[in-house]
């Protein structure tokens, strides 16, 4: 009982990580030892705890009580604007890149079987995807002409966003090969999004300058509730299908604080005396996860080898995360007040073949196409980059008696636009901003595994979950 009570707490600990997450890209993270192998194509063969994700209904055909967690033991992203370091009269654009090393857990679900069997309750964390960049660079020029001589230009551009889902999970199974189940899911989320721009002009000789910063921040924290239900039916020993769809998020509580500051020295040359300007606001705010639905097919040879395919949509939608007064909004660039994600399609394909019946080798190929909006050649504001993202997995496994351990590696890559500020004068009052290309491709290296835990222990647990609800005696 202690064992198992150990195991409880650990998994509840688990459903408390963060890691940083890109809400528009929906399919970076796969979750699950065979999801993880073939790409994510598992709607119709939802076989492990963690395939919930996908299809709830895939624990309804899962027996005992088990837990199912995956560490991303090493994750390397790599992003470069071409010419994000601009200053157009002072010298020629040159690349900035962001790269970013993460170990962080990525998802667990612990799930047990109540009533007559049929029945399955599980907790879920899962984290949808991995993000964090940073552009900043910084030149040094000579200026040919001019009361000054010299100039430095700096930039940095920040996007930070931390997406958790975390719930309950249900599953029940009509007959063996029917099942139905649900979720409903807690989504957290935390933005930090920065811009920035400083400029200083100098005389060598007298050692003179003048300069300009200016920088706007928004951070925002919101917490939504989105359900899931699935389906699982499987006509035969050879084939099954799996379909799911999840509903829009429903805001429960948002906050955000948007600053937007400006310094400059003045020029006493031309009479301009010293400026600080400090501008902020703080308000509710909003996150809205687009309704998705997944359809997917599975064939298989049972315990030698399984083709999977899978597709899912994203429908489009358009809001504001908070209301910025019309002079902040102006001045801050809309960094993120307005969301407008385009509906979005993706697919996986998977294959799992077993040269041994406990040693199944995975492989998948999938897309991670981006929701944010195409950027056209003249943009008026900052916003996501528009990058289409592709994928492809491999990975060995080991499937023991009531243990399993999968090894893999994954990788990503894709090319697209993004904007960046075209001048200092973008961060103050003029709308004057570049799209520039840009690439990303992204390596993980992933360990996962399950427990199915013996019987007597099973029982135990759904013993003392049955006690704690029970009413007290007289």
């Known amino acids: 009982m202690a064992r198992s009570r150990t195991l409880l707490a650990l998994a509840l600990t688990v459903l408390g990580a963060h890691a940083h997450a890109d809400e528009f890209h929906f399919e970076t993270f796969r979750f699950g030892q065979r999801a993880l192998g073939m790409g994510g194509a598992v709607t119709a063969y939802a076989d492990e705890p963690e395939a919930s994700f996908y299809n709830p209904a895939g624990l309804a055909l899962l027996g005992g009580t088990r837990f199912s967690g995956t560490l991303n033991f090493f994750a390397f992203d790599h992003r470069t604007q071409k010419g994000g370091l601009r200053a157009g009269e ?83 199974r009509v007959d063996p090969g029917l099942a139905l189940g649900a979720s409903l899911l807690l989504a957290s989320q935390d933005r930090t999004e920065i811009a920035r721009r400083a400029e200083v002009l100098q005389r060598r000789a007298t050692q003179d300058s003048v300069f300009v910063d200016a920088s706007t921040r928004e951070d925002s924290t919101t917490h939504s509730l989105l359900a899931q239900v699935g389906v699982l039916w499987r006509p035969s020993e050879a084939w099954s299908l799996g379909l799911s769809c999840r509903s829009p998020s429903l805001t429960l509580k948002g906050d955000a604080d948007v600053v937007y500051t400006r310094v400059s020295s003045g020029n006493p040359d031309a009479g301009e005396r010293p400026l600080l300007v400090d501008e902020r606001t703080h308000q509710d705010a909003t996150t809205l996860l687009p309704p998705n639905c997944r359809a997917g097919l599975a064939w298989r040879i049972p315990d030698r080898l399984v083709i999977t ?44 073949y077993r040269p041994a019946v406990r040693w199944p080798l995975r492989l998948g190929l999938f897309t991670n196409r981006t929701s944010a909006p195409a950027i056209t050649p003249q943009p008026t504001e900052l916003g996501p980059a528009d990058v289409d993202l592709y994928g492809a997995t491999l990975s060995a496994g080991y499937l023991g008696d009531d243990r399993a351990i999968n090894l893999g590696a994954e990788v990503q890559m894709g090319t697209g636009y993004d904007a960046i500020p075209a001048d200092l004068t973008s961060l103050i009052q003029d709308r004057d901003f570049r799209r520039i290309d840009r690439s990303e491709w992204r390596v993980v290296f992933f360990v996962s595994g399950a427990v199915t835990f013996a019987k007597k222990q099973a029982t135990e647990i759904l013993e003392s979950w049955q006690s704690q609800d029970a009413p007290a005696g007289p």
């Open 90 to 172: 002072f010298f020629a654009p040159e690349d900035l890149e962001s790269s970013d090393f993460e170990p962080i857990p990525s998802s667990s679900v612990l799930t047990t079987t109540f009533g007559d069997g049929r029945h399955v309750l599980g907790l879920a964390a899962f984290l949808q995807s991995d993000s964090s960049e940073v552009f900043a660079g910084r030149r040094d020029a000579t200026l040919p002409t001019g009361d000054y001589d010299a100039s430095r230009t700096t930039v940095e551009r920040r996007r930070q966003d931390q997406i958790l889902l975390r719930g309950l999970v249900y599953g029940y």
């Open 309 to 352: 395919f899978d597709t899912s949509i994203h429908v489009p939608l358009a809001y504001d995360r908070y209301a910025l007064t019309s002079q902040l909004a102006s001045r801050a660039a809309q960094l993120g007040e307005a969301v407008d994600a385009e509906p979005v399609l993706n697919a996986a394909l998977g294959l799992e």
